[in-house]
């Protein structure tokens, strides 16, 4: 129902929110989701398995349909063969022993676990706060050195709602940590300091007129994008376009973060160039995640393999290791 004020993830729409507009986009996009899932059908020819091959990369790249989502990114992550490899093992770590401050830190940030969405609500039944809580609490028992850390609740919650499986949010939730996502969760977040300065040197390459920008107010990269790290882009761009991205992630890795975020950035460019102060910097990256560009979530990930250029793994780990070594250096 195009008119429905709780969209069909479970998100209430915000009051300003463009129906028109979005009506628009998404009775095209309903034509596209409509050929993949004929094709996907094909590729998956009822055995539910597949190997990773440029085709299906290319498949990934223009969209898993929702209803093949959860497996193929169980697949393509690794999940899937962790979690046969450990039966049982997820109900173990929930019947095991509890680090009771892990599991207060957990227990706060639960009722600011997606406050707009009406699965997450005390009243919903099933209430996915309590499958939430298991899954982040049985990951800070699996992962010590983590633990728990804010920004992990909104990933968990996502991935329960594609797979609507607690054990499987909780392999995936381990694949993006654990392997995926390099030292991002970790009390001293190396990881993710240096992706936000690989970012900084990126735009540097691509787009040196918004670096300049930057460094002529003395605003740091982790102001502006921070979040979209932490969050995978979670309350950042819409729902339907994070999932795309995720399709992404999950098979081709932390590389795409760089991409979107470069696409991000050299589309709205000239918006940017515009700030003349700090405050003003600030508020542009946030308005450049909203709007028709990023809610076309099928056009959008076309421009995200081509806007930014060529962008080889190669280079992404040279630019981690000078930016790591920098950090560490300043300690």
Same mark, same amino acid.
């Given at each position: ?23 628009? =986009? ?91 969405? @009406? ?26 050195? @983590? ?18 499986? /607690? /054990? ?29 300065? @690989? ?19 003395? @605003? ?12 995978? =882009? ?15 992630? =999950?098979? /081709?890795?932390?590389?795409?973060? =760089? ?73």
């Amino acid at each position: 129902n195009w008119r429905s004020e709780v969209d069909p993830y479970g998100f209430e729409r915000p009051e300003d929110f463009d129906y028109a507009s979005y009506e628009a =986009f998404f009775s095209r996009y309903l034509v596209v989701l409509t050929r993949r899932a004929i094709k996907w059908s094909k590729l998956l020819k009822g055995n539910n398995s597949i190997q990773k091959s440029l085709k299906v990369k290319r498949y990934i790249r223009k969209g898993i349909p929702n209803e093949h989502r959860a497996l193929i990114w169980m697949i393509v992550s690794g999940a899937q063969a962790n979690m046969e490899q450990n039966p049982g093992y997820y109900h173990r770590l929930l019947e095991g022993e509890k680090n009771d401050k892990l599991v207060e830190a957990i227990k706060t940030d639960m009722n600011r676990t997606f406050p707009d969405n @009406v699965k997450f609500r005390k009243t919903a039944d099933p209430c996915l706060q309590h499958t939430l809580y298991n899954v982040l609490v049985a990951y800070g028992h699996h992962n010590k050195a @983590v633990g728990y850390c804010q920004g992990m609740n909104f990933i968990a919650g996502y991935l329960i709602l594609i797979t609507k499986n /607690e /054990e499987e949010s909780f392999w995936l939730l381990d694949a993006l940590i654990g392997r995926i996502l390099p030292d991002y969760y970790s009390p001293a977040m190396l990881g993710l300091k240096t992706d936000q300065e @690989v970012l900084g040197e990126l735009v540097k390459m691509k787009v040196p007129a918004v670096a300049e920008l930057m460094e002529r107010h003395g @605003v740091m990269w982790t102001l502006v994008v921070s979040r979209w790290f932490i969050c995978l =882009f979670i309350d950042i761009l819409p729902v339907e376009t994070v999932l795309r991205i995720w399709d992404c992630l =999950f098979y /081709e890795g932390s590389k795409i973060i =760089f991409r979107v975020a470069l696409t991000l950035i050299k589309q709205h460019q000239t918006f940017i160039l515009e700030a003349t102060n700090f405050p003003d910097i600030c508020d542009k990256f946030k308005q450049i995640t909203k709007g028709t560009f990023v809610t076309e979530c099928h056009s959008f990930m076309q421009k995200i393999f081509t806007d930014p250029g060529s962008l080889s793994m190669a280079t992404i780990n040279k630019l981690r290791e000078t930016c790591r070594e920098k950090l560490l250096s300043q300690g």
